[in-house]
C-alpha cells in the first residue's frame, strides 16, 4: 500500500504464503502481465498514479512476497472451486476516492482493450473497532460503519458510503472503501446491483461477502457526482476558513500552481 500511487503486481507469477497465521501453505499463481501493464499505461494516460511493481521496484521497497493475506484469502477459494487461470492484483493504496474510482476506470480500459472476461475482487476488512479485543478497540463508529455497509450495498447506494466523514471513518477503523471505489470504477456509467450474502465478525473484526452485478441500460455518472459533492464540500470549508489558513492556502496553491512566491 502506497500514500500516493495505486500498485499494480508485475512478474510471471505470484507468490505468497500464510506462515504468521499459522498456515505451512506456499500459493503461486501466474500473473496476467500484459493486463498489468495495459492497466498502469491507461493510468499514465490518464494522469492516475498507477505503479507498475516490477522486480526492480519490489526490491527497492524489500517486497519479498506479492500476495499478502488479503490476496490469499480470496484466491484460496478460487483455487478451491477449479479456477486456474491468471490474475492481475492491484492495490489502492491511500488516495482520495475519486481517485482511486478513476484508477478503476483505467482497470476497465485495460480489460477491454485486451478483450478479457474478468471477474473483480475487492478484498478486505470492514472495521477493525467493534469490541473491546479488536485491533482498535470498540468504538460507535464502527459497529456502525459496519451496518451502514450492508445497508449501502443492499441498496447500491454508494454515495452513501462516499460521504462518509474521514474522521468517522478513522474511527470506525476500516478497510473496505479503497478495494470497493477501485471496483465500482470499473462499473462507471453501469448500474451496479450489490447483494450481501454473509456477515461475521468472529475476531473483532467485520467480515462481509457480498455479490454485485452490472445490470441493463445506463446508470448516471457516480464520478461526476462525487465530483460536485467535493467541490461543494471545499467551498464550505473554504468559506470558513482563517485569514491565516486563507494564507497558507494561498501559499502552497500559487507556490505549486505557478512556481512563485507570494508577496505579503
Not at 98 to 121: D, F, P, Q, S, W
Not at 157 to 173: F, K, Q, T
Not at 195 to 209: K, M, Q
Request: charged share 25%; net charge negative.
Amino acid at each position: 500500500m502506497f500514500e500516493d500511487a495505486i500498485s499494480v503486481m508485475d512478474g510471471d507469477y505470484l507468490g505468497g504464503e500464510l506462515k504468521n497465521f499459522g498456515v505451512d501453505q506456499q500459493y503461486k499463481v501466474p500473473n496476467d502481465r500484459q493486463l498489468a501493464r495495459a492497466i498502469a499505461e491507461h493510468g499514465k494516460k490518464s494522469g492516475i498514479p498507477i505503479v507498475l511493481l516490477e522486480e526492480q521496484l519490489k526490491k527497492n521497497y524489500m517486497i519479498r512476497e506479492e500476495l499478502d493475506y488479503g490476496a490469499i484469502v480470496p484466491f484460496h477459494y478460487l483455487q478451491e472451486a477449479g479456477y486456474e487461470g491468471k490474475i492481475v492484483l492491484l492495490t489502492p493504496g491511500f488516495l482520495p476516492f475519486e481517485r482511486t474510482y478513476k484508477a478503476g476506470m483505467c482497470l476497465r480500459k485495460g480489460i477491454e482493450e485486451l478483450g478479457r472476461n474478468a471477474v473483480i475482487i475487492a478484498s478486505g476488512d470492514n472495521s477493525h473497532a467493534l469490541q473491546k479485543n479488536s485491533p482498535a478497540g470498540s468504538t460507535v463508529e464502527g459497529r456502525a460503519f459496519d451496518a451502514l455497509l450492508q445497508k449501502a450495498i443492499s441498496g447500491s447506494d454508494w454515495l452513501s458510503l462516499y460521504e462518509l466523514d474521514h474522521s468517522y471513518l478513522e474511527r470506525a477503523a476500516e478497510d473496505t472503501l479503497g478495494s470497493l471505489f477501485l471496483l465500482l470504477g470499473a462499473f462507471e456509467g453501469v448500474a451496479l446491483l450489490g447483494t450481501p450474502l454473509s456477515y461475521e465478525a468472529p475476531f473483532g473484526v467485520g467480515y462481509t461477502v457480498a455479490t454485485m452485478y452490472p445490470s441493463e441500460g445506463v446508470a448516471p455518472s457516480l464520478l461526476m457526482t462525487m465530483d460536485a459533492i467535493r467541490e461543494s464540500r471545499m467551498k464550505r470549508i473554504r468559506k470558513q476558513e482563517s485569514e491565516h489558513a486563507l494564507l497558507a492556502r494561498t501559499a502552497v496553491e500559487t507556490y505549486v500552481r505557478e512556481d512563485r512566491v507570494i508577496q505579503l
